[in-house]
């Protein structure tokens, strides 16, 4: 499956260049053929003007660190998007990554999902967490169409089935290549970089995606890279992410990756759809 990283509701626009991940909407990226994101849950920050309402700083919004680098709105709106998606397209599978980065309860994040009506296609697993943290026995493509159960949605911190079944703590079930890559990357890897006790997962997430980094004030920052510099290094073409899934597949005894994450999906003339549909036998 092709994954959009940072994923946005709508096109951002040139002054939030340091922060973008893509461009285009994800009605584009769902009519493209993406079917899993990451989704950024940020508190906004709070506003000196009287007028903005109490609740509004309160929302979960989606945003990449700060709300004011980038405010997509909240998470509601947004998953009215893929609900209306789902509903027209009866025989599609979604999944959610979500990055709880302003360490919502789940309990706020819940409400998202009721009002928007998406929770009624989400999956809950028949199964219980066990120490080994694998051998559990998922749910095939066609099941998950035949019940209706189309929406996977795991979440790195604070989840809590007892209180929500339907989202699941991510780094029960899915380990992470490292994600801080920094551009030039000769060879993207595959170790386990999350979570960092060394037992595996059900579910591989590679990370195929690099940072520009630069020193301000003692400091490293990193700063996605643009387009251009994806283009420019081949990072999405096909030698490129076919490199990393044969790492995968030494590191891991023949595993495929689960999930592929990129930055500027539309960026590589269609490799990155070609790599997943050879990986998936189609």
């Given at each position: 499956?092709?994954w959009?990283?940072?994923?946005?509701?709508?096109?951002?626009?040139?002054?939030?260049?340091?922060?973008?991940?893509?461009?285009?909407?994800?009605?584009?990226?769902l009519?493209?053929?993406?079917?899993?994101?990451?989704?950024?849950?940020?508190?906004?920050?709070?506003?000196?003007?009287?007028?903005?309402?109490?609740?509004?700083?309160?929302?979960?919004?989606?945003?990449?660190?700060?709300?004011?680098?980038?405010?997509k709105?909240?998470?509601?709106?947004?998953?009215?998007?893929f609900?209306?998606?789902?509903?027209k397209?009866?025989?599609?599978?979604?999944?959610?990554?979500?990055?709880?980065?302003?360490?919502?309860?789940?309990e706020?994040?819940?409400?998202?999902?009721?009002?928007?009506?998406?929770?009624?296609?989400?999956?809950?697993?028949?199964?219980?967490?066990?120490?080994?943290?694998?051998?559990?026995?998922?749910?095939?493509?066609?099941?998950?169409?035949?019940?209706?159960?189309?929406?996977?949605?795991?979440?790195?911190?604070?989840?809590?089935?007892?209180?929500?079944?339907?989202?699941?703590?991510?780094?029960?079930?899915?380990?992470?290549?490292?994600?801080?890559?920094?551009?030039?990357?000769?060879?993207?890897?595959?170790?386990?970089?999350?979570?960092?006790?060394?037992?595996?997962?059900?579910?591989?997430?590679?990370?195929?995606?690099?940072?520009?980094?630069?020193?301000?004030?003692?400091?490293?920052?990193?700063?996605?890279?643009?387009?251009?510099?994806?283009?420019?290094?081949?990072?999405?073409?096909?030698?490129?992410?076919?490199q990393?899934?044969?790492?995968?597949?030494?590191?891991?005894?023949?595993?495929?990756?689960?999930?592929?994450?990129?930055?500027?999906?539309?960026?590589?003339?269609?490799?990155?759809?070609?790599?997943?549909?050879?990986?998936?036998g189609?």
């Amino acid at each position: 499956m092709q994954w959009a990283r940072q994923s946005m509701q709508q096109a951002l626009q040139p002054a939030t260049i340091g922060v973008l991940n893509q461009e285009k909407s994800i009605q584009q990226q769902l009519s493209d053929g993406v079917r899993a994101f990451m989704l950024d849950l940020v508190r906004p920050e709070l506003s000196s003007d009287p007028k903005t309402p109490k609740e509004d700083n309160d929302a979960v919004h989606l945003c990449h660190a700060s709300c004011l680098l980038i405010n997509k709105g909240t998470l509601e709106n947004t998953l009215k998007v893929f609900k209306a998606f789902l509903d027209k397209n009866r025989r599609e599978v979604i999944t959610f990554i979500i990055e709880n980065y302003s360490e919502f309860s789940v309990e706020q994040v819940e409400p998202s999902f009721k009002s928007s009506g998406i929770d009624k296609y989400a999956y809950v697993p028949d199964f219980k967490p066990n120490s080994q943290k694998h051998g559990y026995k998922w749910p095939t493509l066609k099941r998950m169409v035949d019940t209706n159960k189309r929406l996977m949605v795991f979440m790195d911190d604070k989840a809590d089935v007892s209180k929500v079944p339907y989202i699941l703590p991510e780094w029960e079930y899915v380990i992470e290549t490292p994600f801080e890559n920094i551009s030039p990357v000769e060879k993207f890897p595959c170790t386990q970089d999350r979570p960092r006790d060394g037992k595996p997962r059900d579910l591989l997430v590679m990370n195929h995606f690099a940072y520009n980094r630069a020193e301000i004030m003692g400091k490293d920052i990193d700063t996605p890279l643009t387009a251009n510099q994806i283009k420019q290094h081949g990072y999405n073409a096909a030698k490129s992410l076919q490199q990393q899934v044969d790492t995968c597949k030494t590191v891991w005894g023949s595993r495929v990756p689960n999930f592929i994450t990129v930055d500027y999906y539309d960026v590589g003339d269609g490799d990155i759809f070609d790599i997943v549909n050879k990986i998936n036998g189609v």
